[in-house]
């Protein structure tokens, strides 16, 4: 979709899938994808701000969105993804929060995103509206300090280290987002980095690691030619090392955008872990 075709009237897109819930059963989820404002971060491999308005988002516009995509939705879990942060009051309307929660409540766990830097005041006056399970999602994207910063992602491994207790606090669960691959670098140092990140991030007691392969589409500011080759078999090969090295402690799903899925040689066991998402 382009830019201009967005509306704040209507999601960018919804899904609905199921998700492996870590105690061996899958669970029904619908994913908004909720179109609202830019995020100001600017992490250089991301687009998501192909879909976002140029503008604030309209106060009561999240709401509607949410309606839309879960009208006809018998999911139990809901995944509200704004291509950008939950607490950037941009973004998502704090006055709108009311409103927000009662939909949220219809639901056995709410996954939002969002950057350590954004609205801890906020998330603890959200959670007073919300009966639900709260999960926020972090792009920790790799503990490798350099790539962290040539990322420009705004945030340390600390800084991370230190949302993740604090949401753990206010009883929240905590996903993360790690990327496999970086311009320049080759596929085996790319492998050690991100079995070193899942080790943190469970480390700092991540429920769900979502593992997401570089992908060309991702800007990395005009070095795309320079990521790594990952072929199908070998991310099966790699999922597989990732999901011993979690020995069950947090659910590890790898995202399959632009994977052709029935090439994979994946097991339909495999494929139980399996995501995709923003
Ligand atoms: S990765 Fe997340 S924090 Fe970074 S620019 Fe994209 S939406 Fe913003």
Known sequence: ????????????????????????NEVSTTTVFLTASQCPVGCNMCDLHLNTLP???????IARQIDLAVKDSQASWLKLYNSGNFFDPRSIPPADYREIAARCNRFDRVIVENHPQFGKNRLQKFLELITCKFEIAVGLETVQPRWLERLGKQMSRDDFSR?????????VDLRVFLILGVPGIDVVESVRWTRLSLRHAIA????????????????????????????????????????????GQAVVTLDLWDVPVNDTGYSRLRQSNLSQHA
């Open 1 to 24: 979709m382009n830019r201009e075709q967005l509306s704040a009237e209507a999601p960018y897109l919804v899904l609905h899938e199921p998700e492996p819930d870590g105690r061996g």
């Open 55 to 61: 503008g604030a988002t309209p106060s009561g516009a």
């Open 163 to 171: 949302y993740a207790s604090e949401i753990n606090r206010f009883g």
């Open 204 to 247: 700092c007691g991540a429920r769900h690691v979502s593992i997401i392969p570089a992908r060309s589409g991702h800007g990395w500011g005009g070095r795309a030619n320079q990521l790594p080759d990952f072929s199908t078999p070998l991310l099966a090969e790699i999922h597989e090392k990732l999901l011993q090295d979690s020995d």
